[in-house]
């Protein structure tokens, strides 16, 4: 490869070499960079790819007339390394809690009617349409014009493909007569038809095809040359919205129906529903005409119709009170097991994976599924009842695998007719495969943990792996892979080393540029992302633990209650200490229990190897401290309220909701740490109690004020 990125002197050439050489390195550039980013699969270094746009640099210099209209010269923003630059979502996009029978449904519209104080007989409608098996992307026009597109990223930041949405055929560029500010969201999706002929395409081409339309679609939105984009048959629906200055409509199916008036395609199978009954027949309607309809769909979104009422009911942590997917049946097939393996996650648990004979379900081809633990193998769940019947499960078997949607393919069943002669029980480890430490089994946890803990080398490296993902550090450059690489080589251990490679590896960048796969500009690219990661907000630094039962839900409820790192960590010194008024801070927080607050203490002990590891991380890097949600312009903001008595405007889950999403701490029973309780008539003991001890006590009325309702 070397060869191609020399040569004549641009000096020496003549116009029409000049002409034929900037033609070359255009099209060598440009396969480059599609194989870096469309394939995965890298053709050339970062270095020899740096070499060939300064010569391509150097000839445009020359010969300034002869510069392309394709020049890769003007794709600088657009090079592999510096990928695409991140969007904050002015309002977080969220996902959607799964149903998977009628029965979940039923329970869905009750759990609806408890929150809003309708009864069994109120009306209730609701919007039934196909749930897209593409990836979600989100529009925003001002004036009428799109100005950006961004993908759902992890709900709060995803990535700015605005020139990749220009080129999609269904998203209008501009609109007429649409709100000054409007954010439309949606799918983007390719047809079956569209995807099959991109496959023989590219398979023509010797290029890499995709596993599935879905895949394809994200491949071919992501790509960071637009013009590669545009060449691909992408489609896209619209399902919902963000931010608006003005309202759509005051209904779902009204703001769908404006949304398709201003030109954007919505589904044809969307239907307005009287109740649950409705909604199941839109449900068996659909999927009947799944496998006619030409792109993939996973399942039927459900939505509340009323605008007003799904503002109401409002949002948990990631998904709307006011929807739910009811997903698809499960994809099944047959397969052999080769062999069960073992894998060693970051809390040290054993995970026993299935090798199977490669099988294709629901368009997907599968190798591997989980086994969940011992005793799903040996066919009894954690309580010792039998599952299948009882069959376990052995090497060399017949085994039906599932999936459905995105999860990990599962094994459901085992055919004990095609069981091989010589097949014999599966002996799970005792000791851990990667450390030799024991494996151990605590009472009531159905997971074998290797307690090798630090020493481990599958945890530390699954530890750094967590470390570094996306809800985490999310350093940019550094994934799974590297950091497998980085620790194989003993680069780092633990996550406190990442941020001292550059001082040990990067003088001159000499032995990381060495490396294979990395280049002067990609080693640069990884210290500097390294470093923009030294300033990191309470919630993730805390979620990077990989505490066990430490996630993200947890760890932003953590920092939010505790405000600073110090603060947390000075109770949890404290409670390590024996002191029970520490312990009851943290029980005291909403969502933290005994089991959470047990692992905490443990990982923060003082004479903990995971202590001395958080410490030397610490020294490191700098903590942001939390801020509390909604504390800007909420009274109630880090207050802790209890209600009590009969509340007539709102239910009881409706008026926790609400209060939690100003910031406050909804308490069951008053105590001396009570702000405020809103007593509505018949309120008993605890107004009681309240007015003894002087806590603050308003009627509904007083607290709707209060709050702005
Ligand atoms: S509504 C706040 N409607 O499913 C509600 N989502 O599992 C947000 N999806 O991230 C989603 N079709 O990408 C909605 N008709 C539909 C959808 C749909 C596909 C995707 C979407 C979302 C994911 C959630």
Known sequence: MASTTSGTDPEALTDAEARQELARLAEELGRANAAYHRDYAPVMSDAEFDALKRRN??????????????????????????????????????????????????????????????????????????????????????????????????????????????????????????????????????????????????????????????NAAAGSLRQLDAAITRSRPLRFFAYGWGVLSEPLAVTQHGALDHLGALGFQVNPLTRRCDGPAELLDQYAAIEQQRATLGYDIDGVVYKVDDLGLQGRLGFRSTTPRWAIAHKFAAELAWTRLDRIEIQVGRTGALSPVARLSPVTVGGVVVSNATLHNEDYIAGRDAKGAPIREGRDIRDGDWVQVYRAGDVIPKIADVDLSKRPADAVPYAFPETCPECGSPALREPGDSVRRCSGGLICPAQAVEKLKHFVSRAAFDIEGLGAKQVEQFHKDGWIAEPADIFTLQGRYGSGMQQLKNREGWGEKSANNLFQAIEEKRDIAFERALFALGIRHVGEVASATLARAFGTWEAMTETLDRAAAGEDAALAVLLDIDGVGMVMAEALIAAFRADAPERASIDRLLSQITVIPAERRGAVDSPVAGKTVVFTGTLETMTRAEAKARAEALGAKVAGSVSARTDLVIAGPGAGSKAEKARALGVEIVDEAGWRALVGD
């Open 57 to 214: 640099a150097a000839i445009e210099a020359r010969f300034p007339d002869l510069k392309r209209a394709d020049s890769p010269s003007d794709q600088v923003g657009a090079m592999p390394a510096d990928g695409f630059a991140k969007v904050t979502h002015a309002q977080r996009m969220m996902s959607l809690a799964n149903a998977f029978d009628a029965d979940d449904i039923r329970e869905f519209d009750d759990r609806i009617r408890k929150f809003l104080g309708f009864g069994p007989e109120a009306p209730l409608a609701y919007t039934a349409e196909p749930k897209i098996d593409g990836l979600s992307l989100s529009l925003r026009y001002e004036d009428g014009q799109l100005v950006q597109a961004a993908t759902r990223g992890d709900g709060e930041t995803g990535e700015n493909v605005t020139a990749n949405a220009r080129t999609i055929d269904d998203i209008p560029q501009s609109l007429t007569g649409a709100p000054a500010v409007l954010e439309v969201r949606g799918e983007v999706y390719m047809h079956h038809d569209d995807f099959e002929a991109l496959n023989a395409r590219q398979a023509a081409l010797g290029g890499k095809t995709f596993a599935n339309p879905r």
